[in-house]
């Protein structure tokens, strides 16, 4: 896997530990009273021990920082450019001129194969209609 599929897959795995361990934290605050305005919160249910939570977000966030340190090692890994911007905006116009010239050429092909094709398909019809006729060709 080239190292742009294993950046992507590592924001990715960054993106859904994130989301877990803000969803379960949610999940798991206990409730509290924003304003006196507002009745007294329900309490807590007691299934969930405050140690499973606490241990639950140190592991959860020990693997969104595994996973953050893991992307950084791939960003590290990544290949420097060489000549600065100017040299790349230089090989992006190279590699554009011969996606163009690729491009013009594939469409020649494009047209002479259709070309062919309607050949193809006006000597068929007359083949059909001479056997359909039973008659000899010209």
Known sequence: MDIISQLQE???TIASHAFNTIGTLQRDAPPVRLSSNYPEPPPPPPANPAEDMAEQSKQMSVALVKAAKRFDALVTALPLSEG???????RIAELQAENDAVGQE????LEAAEKALKQVVELFAQATDNCLNLKKPD
């Open 106 to 109: 594939l469409q020649k092909q």
């Open 84 to 90: 600065g911007e100017e040299a790349q905006l230089r």
């Open 10 to 12: 590592q924001v990715d």
